[in-house]
């Protein structure tokens, strides 16, 4: 079980994300736009870095839904390992049978 404070820095980053994704899309199409001159691109560059760290998706983990965990996250159902092998077992992943495990 991971720790409610990690969940809720977590949690925290994806508020971060969503508010300001369009501001940091805005200014990485300005960053790449060749069209612009130098100094309007430096300053794009220079703003993007006053955005706060956490708001970048990179900075964000996969965790398990039930427990929270990071590590061993399985994308395909959203749990980590050993919730994925109780879910096989009690037979609620279609396709998976106990001899498999």
């Given at each position: 079980?991971?720790?409610?404070?990690?969940?809720?820095?977590?949690?925290?980053?994806?508020?971060?994300?969503?508010?300001?994704?369009?501001?940091?899309k805005s200014l990485t199409?300005?960053?790449?736009?060749?069209?612009?001159?130098?100094?309007?691109?430096?300053?794009?560059?220079?703003?993007?870095?006053?955005?706060?760290?956490?708001?970048?998706?990179?900075?964000?983990?996969?965790?398990?839904?039930?427990?929270?965990?990071?590590?061993?996250?399985?994308?395909?159902?959203?749990?980590?390992?050993?919730?994925?092998?109780?879910?096989?077992?009690?037979?609620?992943?279609?396709?998976?049978?106990?001899a498999s495990w």
């Amino acid at each position: 079980m991971a720790k409610t404070s990690m969940k809720e820095r977590e949690k925290r980053r994806t508020l971060l994300n969503k508010k300001y994704a369009s501001k940091r899309k805005s200014l990485t199409e300005a960053i790449c736009n060749l069209h612009l001159s130098d100094a309007e691109r430096t300053n794009a560059e220079h703003q993007l870095q006053k955005l706060p760290r956490d708001s970048s998706r990179s900075r964000q983990r996969n965790r398990c839904r039930l427990c929270g965990r990071s590590r061993a996250y399985n994308r395909l159902t959203g749990l980590c390992r050993i919730h994925m092998r109780s879910a096989v077992m009690n037979g609620l992943v279609p396709g998976m049978h106990k001899a498999s495990w």
